[in-house]
């Protein structure tokens, strides 16, 4: 995927404006060019439908974040991404290709941030969910059961900047994808962004070629299982201004599977591989 996939959450560098750190959202208020956080940068199109994948968007169209279907009702996201918002003001476009077009319109009413969330702590439990005040008819990806090792080919999704920096350009309208690898978290970890590598996934650059980017915070990178994908991460930061410099950090959704359970509760019924 080209570094457009984070959605509102720019991959902010650490030293900057914690801008590499979290890939922060847009208010509603924002421009596009604004708002939307890091892209992936060295993707392309889509090759297949991802029947979970989701745009955040205002109730005006405009891109902000990724999320992902893991429940008819519910989308997994980057806190970062929903954090102080009003569900109000947005919406969630699912299963289509073109984030302006197709698929079907979700509307949120419940947002729940991880209660370890801090935003002044570089974005660690950067995981959110979205409760969507009517079920979609949407396929949930299913949450894989094991989080992935370094050097564990995965694939990035998102509707983030395909070039490297804030503000140089326009989101995709055409999904991207990146196929990458996770690798050891030291990549991942410096004075001014510190990493977890209980919680978070230090994914491969390709050399400084390609990673995920402004407007592609919150969206997915999953594992193919079987015949289909299982999810393991959420685009979460950088490192850097520029997206693809240093390897990109994901939330480990894997690592949070216990307080998604115990937020949804009974009256939902997320998939485990």
């Not at 650059?205 to 015949?227: L, T």
Request: glycine share 14%; with cysteine.
């Amino acid at each position: 995927m080209s570094a457009r996939s984070l959605g509102r959450g720019l991959l902010a560098f650490a030293a900057t404006v914690l801008a590499g750190l979290a890939l922060g959202v847009p208010t509603a208020a924002s421009a596009p060019d604004a708002g939307a956080r890091p892209l992936i940068v060295g993707g392309h199109d889509a090759t297949q439908p991802y029947s979970f994948m989701a745009s955040m968007q205002t109730t005006q169209g405009e891109h902000n974040c990724g999320a992902s279907l893991i429940d008819k009702q519910w989308l997994v996201t980057a806190a970062h991404c929903v954090e102080g918002q009003q569900p109000s003001g947005f919406q969630y476009r699912i299963n289509t290709p073109d984030r302006t077009n197709g698929g079907e319109i979700g509307t949120p009413d419940k947002f729940v941030v991880n209660p370890k969330y801090d935003p002044q702590n570089t974005g660690d439990y950067d995981i959110a969910l979205v409760h969507l005040a009517k079920p979609v008819q949407a396929e949930p990806i299913k949450i894989s059961g094991t989080s992935p090792k370094p050097g564990t080919d995965v694939r990035e999704i998102g509707w983030g900047l395909t070039c490297g920096t804030r503000g140089c350009g326009e989101p995709p309208q055409k999904l991207q994808e990146l196929d990458t690898k996770t690798v050891d978290g030291a990549q991942c970890t410096s004075q001014e962004s510190p990493f977890d590598d209980q919680r978070e996934l230090c994914m491969d650059n390709h050399g400084g070629q390609a990673s995920a980017c402004y407007g592609d915070s919150g969206g997915p990178a999953v594992v193919k299982e079987g015949n289909g994908f299982a999810l393991v991460g959420a685009t979460s930061r950088g490192q850097t201004a520029n997206c693809p410099d240093k390897p990109g950090i994901y939330t480990n959704v894997v690592a949070h599977t216990d307080w998604i359970k115990q937020t949804i509760g009974s009256g939902g019924s997320i998939g485990i591989s």
